[in-house]
């Protein structure tokens, strides 16, 4: 196995700066139920090395799918090689000189899901489709169950050594409803960071019952008229709006870059006094990130404190450049690729409100629900974004009334953060293992959340 001995005798044998290594071994199964018939079997397993130097101020970077030494060594002198060819041609950087990370962690888990019979894998599936079939209105039923264990360690020439594993499970269904000459499709998921024994603990019969009278009641459902409301958002659409809207704004490198709207504003008031938002590797229902993959270990990091702007995620690079300090948030979709700074867990902290007493002040407004939703478009120069929710409802009297179908959000984040007037005390935070957060080609696995929020004057499209 590789360790720091060679990471130290590759830098001084290449006389440079900085080498690090980044060690993964993936493991992952994915199985798809289309309509009751079993339409993908797939695991998925790679391992492999990757290898960074920085050569008087330029980095270069490289990968084997070996972890044999004499590969591992051929790769850095392929970075070590690259990185000259375009030293006079790059920006020069240099890294944040933190002290050095020594750890080794695993995500819980009881019951090894790689141990358990593909069949009985299967088998739940088909026993949620039969399940479904009970539902009339339901034209279409796609079910998914998913897995996967990623081990990484990390090796520098400072001398950290850290070693992490994340276990990740769960099912999604994507139902089509037919009522009455209206097709309506609605898509959920559950995931944890455990093992099989999370599967065990849901009763996914119920869970398939629900969302599919959910779909053919939404298929009858009326659209709300568009114009400006007083809302209620729930923790999967607060988590969603934070993530997409504001926090890819709070990323160092595309701050760097001149792309976000919070370039220059530390210190400015961005958002309502009842507004801390939060990105956190270690959150209850989350992805389980303690370090990053430059060995950074993952506090819990506020970008806004009390309304405030109080900094930006940062790997080591623009930590340095930024003047602020590392936050744990480099991060790579494997071994092959080069860090980028993403998001782990992204959430607003709780405040003090009842659900319920939210809605008895608002009186009457929109009561917006995450699950389902379809994503939308975001602007992190600007701010502006465009999300459709999932099925959602009236408030009429401070009393949840009428089902809707899902409803067009837009604004502008820094606005709509300025018009938050209450936040729940309910923090629920979630991920998925079905997908994640797309940039510069490379996707990793995030969670997010929040409490139950309040936004005056939302603006609501057809």
């Not at 009985?120 to 039969?130: E, G, N, S, V």
């Not at 930024?322 to 782990?344: D, F």
């Amino acid at each position: 196995m590789i360790d720091e001995n060679l990471v130290l005798k590759l830098r001084d044998e290449l006389n440079v700066e900085f080498v690090d290594v980044r060690i993964q071994d993936y493991y992952g199964e994915t199985l798809i139920l289309d309509n009751g018939v079993l339409r993908e079997s797939i695991i998925n397993r790679f391992q492999g090395v990757g290898v960074r130097v920085l050569v008087n101020g330029v980095v270069g970077y490289s990968s084997t799918n070996s972890l044999g030494e004499e590969s591992v060594r051929q790769a850095a002198l392929r970075a070590y090689k690259l990185a000259r060819t375009v030293i006079d041609h790059s920006v020069k950087v240099d890294y944040y000189r933190r002290p050095r990370s020594k750890d080794k962690l695993f995500s819980n888990y009881s019951v090894e899901a790689e141990n358990v019979d593909i069949s009985d894998k299967i088998d739940l599936l088909r026993t949620m489709y039969q399940t479904s079939r009970e539902i009339k209105e339901i034209s279409s039923v796609t079910l998914r169950f998913g897995y996967e264990r990623d081990h990484r360690i990390y090796l520098s020439s400072n001398g950290d050594h850290v070693e992490f594993t994340n276990r990740l499970i769960g099912i999604s269904a994507r139902l089509v409803a037919h009522v009455e000459g209206h097709y309506e499709t609605f898509y959920d998921h559950e995931s944890k960071v455990a093992g099989w024994e999370f599967i065990k603990l849901v009763n996914w019969e119920d869970w398939i019952k629900g969302r599919c009278k959910l779909v053919s009641e939404t298929a009858k459902a009326p659209h709300a008229k568009p114009g400006r409301y007083d809302v209620i958002l729930d923790n999967d659409i607060v988590g969603l709006m934070l993530h997409e809207a504001f926090g890819h704004a709070s990323e160092g490198d595309i701050v760097l870059a001149g792309g976000s709207i919070l370039g220059g504003r530390i210190g400015e008031k961005v958002a309502s006094d009842l507004v801390s938002i939060v990105d956190d590797g270690l959150i209850t229902g989350g992805i389980f990130l303690p370090y990053d993959d430059e060995g950074t270990p993952k506090k819990k990091t506020y970008t806004v404190k009390n309304g405030v702007l109080n900094g930006f995620l940062h790997s080591l690079v623009t930590a340095k450049v930024l003047g602020g300090e590392p936050t744990g948030n480099a991060r790579v979709m494997s071994y092959r690729h080069p860090l980028l700074v993403r998001q782990t867990n992204t959430y607003m902290e709780p405040g003090d409100w009842k659900v319920d007493e939210m809605m008895k002040d608002l009186r009457r407004g929109l009561y917006i629900r995450g699950r389902g939703a379809l994503g939308g478009q975001v602007n992190p120069l600007t701010g502006a974004f465009t999300f459709t929710s999932g099925p959602s409802y009236i408030i009429e009297d401070g009393e949840v009334t009428r089902l809707i179908k899902g409803v067009m959000l837009s604004g502008l984040i820094l606005e709509t953060l300025q018009k938050v007037d209450a936040v729940g005390r309910d923090l629920i935070v979630r991920t998925s293992v079905f997908g994640g957060c797309g940039k510069d080609g490379q996707m990793v696995r995030v969670g997010d959340g929040g409490p139950h929020v309040r936004v005056r004057g939302f603006t609501i499209g057809g």
